[in-house]
């Protein structure tokens, strides 16, 4: 990795690293650096899914060993110079190390099987010559030049990947079906439109690796007879749009895309197209309305777009993470995929742990592992103090899970089966202190706020559905609104044209499949046990704790915390309005809710 | 025409002035549908979507009206009204909603006067909330302009919004 006998430095330059100050880390590093007096020269790559860590910089010797630092900031940038130039470890800061796969978060990266993220935080994305030289583009050349198209979705076909996106449908199967579509121009469409609260592979990949989604989609092109391909992005990504710019215009330099590609006479372009704010565009159908300039909204199938698509010409689409599978599936071949996974679902699955998990990050594990593997062996467990309530999965379309579903294997049809879904990849973790009825009717808030309003159930049974979820949590539910909510799931279910409208329902199925007894929590002894629904809560002051500081008193704005100057504050019940302000400033966590 | 016209005058295109969007009009003008593209720079160049850059948008463009007006209240994206100097955006992803991201719009409003999708009388701050901007291990985020703020707590918002106060009249206590 290094060379010239220099030591490397390589900063985890993604979105999230930005967002946890790497931009000041950056600065002081070529500051220092500038300097001349280190041996050291600095690059960057994306994330490398240690978000808990950010910012992170991997430092590598010239004897080739490699460190990964984390918790960085400006401030400790010489500090960290100086033990590199001096050979020492700083033990504190090692997130992991390349001679010892346990240490420090060793567990989270050595129980994962990276083929998606295999150069994610590993080179320079803004480098096409960094992808190259790991074998980029070869996988391209090898199809275009030694393949047949459809010798090429055998091969895909072979390895059994299911789409990423979260329907799962075979690609293989799907890229056969627009190969044998008839038309004079064809289109492939990569969908990057990752409108999923909590989940950010798509970005994480498109910023960390571009050019493996680009060669993804050079050879999916081909299989299909496609000679212009679109990405739609979302605009929410600038620095994933900023480093496709970047990335296409290398591959148009080096003649991997425009006329005639790697000496053949193929011809093949990508456009972006940024998409503008609207979940349901994540829809294919839909997706294809907003490229071309409407309002996105979902229209019946068939036609399947492999038939009429883009223009009305046959069109594939497929998720990013999908496409960046390709390339290592041509160059190691189907098999070898399909030799990890279950039965029904091969490869590997790319998850973003959120919420309550310790180590919330990027993670690609192999298809068969159970969630719990995931979440506890790769992610950690859950965060000091609190117990594993729920995990949930798949987004606003997904569902809750309870502790005992975690034997669940990652799998779609075993998922499938528990009334969630495997969806794009989010995983996020509730703990003790979550209330599964307010996650339901935050879900339910958000489909309803997306429902583009074409079908009446979708449109007006998730505003029906999530008025009921309101009422529970505001203390006024009743025993036959559980009924109610069935009901209109059922039809919610079976009346809507899309996805969106037809998995919407799947939050609040699941927690009243599993967390029922915090349904009547609510609706019976009016309590919210996680301590979360505001009119089902009081706000208390454990007076043996508080120093009487005043900062609740300070921040309260509507003057309910009283008390003399030292002594324990007490919280007026009938002014308080329950926001919780008191309980986050709180220095001694001396307020509490129940 | 006075000097001590409004700031926004500089970092935004008047709606009255229709130069910049024959600019876009013609950046667009081979291509097939690109009216999202076109909002989205038209945006980029006035703040937001005026009617007056609609309606020209649409004769320069060759869409009815009513397409340009669909289109531009489908997407979230889109805005039709003015937005302050700085736009705060607080995420409620799945993450950031688990973290409590509920007591930092609250604290936001306590602070501003002004709750989601409005923008404070003196058109300091817009507060807008979004869905997911995918950092989620820093959960709760607020973005301010392109500043991300993660792992925040009510109490130290007061704190980050002084810094784009500015010159440092207007900042409370």
New interface residues.
């Given amino acids: 990795m290094s060379g010239n006998g220099k030591t490397k430095l390589v900063l985890g330059y993604g979105?999230?690293g930005?967002?946890?100050g790497a931009a000041a880390v950056k600065e002081a590093l070529e500051n220092e650096l500038a300097t001349g007096e280190h041996d050291a020269y600095l690059d960057i790559a994306g994330c490398m899914g240690v978000?808990?860590r950010?910012p992170v910089v991997e430092v590598t010797g010239p004897d080739g060993l490699a460190i990964v630092y984390g918790d960085l900031t400006a401030k400790r940038v010489p500090q960290l110079l100086e033990a590199v130039a001096a050979g020492e470890v700083i033990e504190d800061w090692v997130v992991l190390r390349s001679d010892d796969s346990e240490a420090a978060e060793g567990d989270f990266l050595s129980n994962q099987h990276r083929i998606v993220l295999r150069n994610c935080g590993n080179i320079n994305p803004e480098s096409i010559e960094e992808y190259i030289s790991t074998g980029g583009y070869e996988a391209a050349r090898k199809a275009l030049t030694s393949m047949s198209p459809e010798d090429t979705i055998d091969e895909v076909g072979k390895s059994g990947i299911r789409g990423r996106g979260g329907a799962g449908f075979p690609t293989g199967t799907k890229w056969g079906f627009a190969r044998k579509a008839r038309g004079d121009q064809k289109y492939l469409v990569c969908n990057a439109d990752?409108?999923?609260?909590?989940?950010?592979m798509d970005?994480?990949v498109l910023e960390g690796d571009p050019h493996a989604v680009i060669e993804g989609m050079i050879i999916a092109g081909y299989a299909i007879g496609a000679t212009q391909a679109y990405i739609y992005c979302r605009?929410?990504?600038p620095l994933a749009l900023t480093r496709l710019d970047i990335a296409l215009a290398a591959c148009r330099e080096w003649g991997y895309l425009g006329k005639g590609i790697f000496g053949t006479d193929w011809d093949f372009d990508i456009k972006i197209?940024?998409?503008?704010?609207?979940?349901v565009c994540g829809e294919e159908t839909a997706l294809i309305a907003?490229?071309?300039?409407?309002?996105?909204m979902p229209r019946p199938r068939p036609p399947f777009p492999a038939n009429e698509g883009l223009?009305g010409k046959p069109t594939n689409i497929n998720n990013v993470e999908t496409l960046a599978a390709i390339p290592w599936i041509i160059a190691n071949g189907g098999d070898r995929y399909a030799s990890v996974g279950t039965e029904k679902s091969k490869g590997t699955k790319v998850f973003?742990l959120?919420?309550?998990v310790r180590r919330?990050?990027l993670a690609e594990v192999p298809m068969g592992y159970t969630l719990r593997q995931v979440i506890f062996d790769v992610g950690g467990g859950v965060q000091a103090g609190k117990k594993f309530k729920a995990v949930?999965m798949g987004?606003p379309s997904g569902g809750c899970l309870p502790a005992s579903l975690l034997d669940t294997l990652v799998d779609y049809d075993a998922i499938t089966a528990t009334g969630a879904i495997m969806g794009s990849g989010?995983m996020?973790v509730?703990d003790s202190s979550?209330c599964m009825v307010d996650?339901a009717r935050?879900?339910l808030s958000?489909t309803q706020e997306e429902s583009?309003g074409k079908c009446v159930p979708c449109r007006i049974g998730t505003k029906r559905m999530l008025e009921i979820l309101a009422r529970i949590c505001g203390g006024e539910g009743e025993q036959e609104d559980l009924e109610s909510l069935d009901v209109l799931a059922a039809d919610i279910k079976a009346g809507s044209l899309c996805a969106l409208g037809g998995t919407a329902p799947n939050p609040v199925l699941t927690t009243m499949k599993y967390f029922r007894n915090e349904y009547e929590d609510h609706i019976l002894a009016k309590k919210c046990t996680a301590g979360v629904c505001p009119a089902l809560i009081t706000l208390r002051i454990k007076e043996d704790i508080c120093t009487g500081c005043g900062?609740c008193a300070k921040?309260c704005?509507v003057e309910a915390i009283s008390g003399e100057k030292k002594e324990p504050h007490s919280i007026d019940a009938d002014t308080c309005i329950r926001?919780?302000?008191c309980l986050?400033?709180c220095p001694e966590d001396a307020i509490y809710a129940e | 025409m006075n000097d001590a016209g409004c700031e926004c005058s500089k970092r935004f295109a008047d709606p009255d002035n229709l130069a910049p969007l024959e600019v876009i009009l013609e950046r667009y003008s081979e291509e097939?549908?690109?009216?999202?593209?076109l909002?989205?720079d038209a945006q980029e160049a006035y703040g937001y979507l005026d009617e007056k850059v609609m309606r020209a948008l649409a004769k320069g463009a060759g869409y009815q009206l009513s397409?340009v007006y669909?289109?531009a209240t489908?997407?979230?994206?889109?805005r039709l009204e003015p937005i302050g100097e700085h736009l705060i955006r607080v995420c409620?992803?799945?993450?950031c909603?688990?973290?409590?991201a509920e007591?930092i719009s609250?604290?936001i409003s306590?602070l501003l006067g002004v709750r989601n999708g409005q923008t404070t009388p003196d058109m300091k701050f817009t507060v807008e909330s979004?869905?997911?901007?995918?950092?989620?291990?820093?959960?709760p985020?607020m973005i301010v302009d392109s500043d991300?703020h993660?792992k925040l707590?009510?109490?130290n918002i007061r704190k980050v919004l002084k810094k784009y106060r500015g010159d440092g009249g207007e900042t409370e206590e």
């Fill in positions: 979105t999230c930005i967002a946890a978000c808990f950010e990752e409108g999923d609260p909590g989940a950010f970005r994480s605009a929410e990504y197209k940024k998409g503008a704010g609207a979940f907003s490229i071309e300039g409407k309002r996105g223009w973003c959120a919420g309550k919330s990050g949930q987004g989010g996020i509730a979550t996650l935050y879900f958000f583009c900062a921040i704005p926001c919780k302000l986050s400033r | 097939k549908g690109a009216l999202i593209p909002l989205q397409q669909g289109v489908f997407y979230t994206q889109f409620h992803g799945t993450a909603h688990v973290a409590g007591l609250e604290e306590n979004v869905m997911c901007v995918g950092a989620c291990s820093l959960s985020i991300t993660g707590k009510p109490a």
